[in-house]
């Protein structure tokens, strides 16, 4: 067993639920067990990160901790017949960063379930452009696929359009051919919103009703919901005829109200997504249309690029809505 030392953000739990972040040096023997060790070449920053880095019991039990839900990098050690030494493979969800040490470290332990292969085609960097945001954008759009909500059917909606799903569903439903109306709370971002393929740009108060209306206009005949709150109440009663919503998040509330008209009288379809602990046939579905057809032209312009020491104030801006696009970290080359 290698006892090559690296580093990692940590958070420690300083007094009861006191926490703090600082960047240490860890050992590979320290790391969460698992028949695959992976030089992490490159994370990526999703609000649960931020989440655990702040300290939610919710996500991460025990302190101190790595998070960290996506990893990309180089196999460095192997029991698995699975991978070999030097093979290029990420890892997205499962434990990773919750329980398990996490991507915002320069090494990985875990188990080689969890892992896919990256293609030849692609680099560490490009899958983490994508990550757990766009896999769980992918998630949504196959599931709108495979209920019939193809192009053509109507507007789509996507909320809290800048963060780094609804970015990246921006994209690759508009890549897709859907007509894609984003919705934000940052109007001064409508440029990138329109530079990622959406048709139109809406203000997050326009898909904020509080009437107490049972059904209200039909506006959309899919929805990708990152919110959920009063956002998603106003979207289950704005979808069209036998239309789909796709629940992903809770940035606006985990709770939110509704009648059953929406469902009785119009078919509206509420599914929810979760990727963390997708099956790995599922997984690989969602992926292989990433790698192919669901792959964006210039994924860059998704994306801010940032090293370890830089990640702290990104996980201040993201836990205040603030990101817009996806962070991803560069793990390698650093310290
Ligand atoms: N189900 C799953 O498997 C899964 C996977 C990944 C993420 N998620 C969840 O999806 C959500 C989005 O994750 P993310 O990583 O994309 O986070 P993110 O980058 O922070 O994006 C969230 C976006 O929501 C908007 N927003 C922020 N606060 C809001 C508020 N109070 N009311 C309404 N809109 C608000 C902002 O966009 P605008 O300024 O453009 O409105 C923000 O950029 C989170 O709740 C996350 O936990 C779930």
Known sequence: MSMEKFKALVVDEVRENV?????????????????????????????????????????????????????????????????????????????????????????????????????????????????????????????????????????????????AVGSIAVAMLSKAGYDVVASTGKTDKKDFLFNLGAKEVISREDVNDTSGKPLLKKQWIGAIDNVGGSTLSTIIRSIGHRGLVASIGLVQSDKFE?????????????????????????????????????????????????TLIELDKEIELILMGGQTGKVVIKMINEL
Not at 60 to 75: F, K, L, N, Q, S
Not at 105 to 132: A, C, D, H, L
């Open 19 to 163: 926490f703090q972040r600082s960047i240490k040096e860890k050992s590979i023997e320290e790391l969460s067990q698992g028949d695959v060790i992976i030089k992490v070449e490159y994370s990526a920053l999703n609000f649960k990160d931020a989440l655990s880095a702040r300290g939610h019991k919710g996500i991460t039990r025990i302190y101190p901790h790595t998070p960290g839900v996506d990893a990309a990098g180089i196999i460095k050690e192997s029991s698995s017949n699975l991978f070999v030494t030097g093979e290029k493979v990420f890892v997205t969800g499962y434990d990773l960063g919750m329980n398990t040490d996490g991507g915002f470290g320069q090494y990985i332990r875990v188990p080689s379930g969890w892992v896919i292969k990256v293609p030849e085609n692609f680099s560490t960097k490009e899958i983490m452009i994508y990550g757990t945001a766009g896999f769980t954008a992918g998630i949504a759009m196959y599931e709108l696929q495979r209920n019939e909500i193809t192009p053509g059917k109507g507007k789509i909606l996507v909320t809290g359009a800048t963060g």
């Open 258 to 306: 509704t009648t059953v008209y929406p469902f009785i009288l119009r078919g509206v379809r509420l599914i929810g997504v979760d990727s963390a602990e997708s099956h790995m046939d599922y997984r690989l579905k969602i992926w292989n249309k990433i790698f192919d057809e669901w792959r964006l032209e210039n994924p860059e312009k998704l994306i801010k690029e940032c």
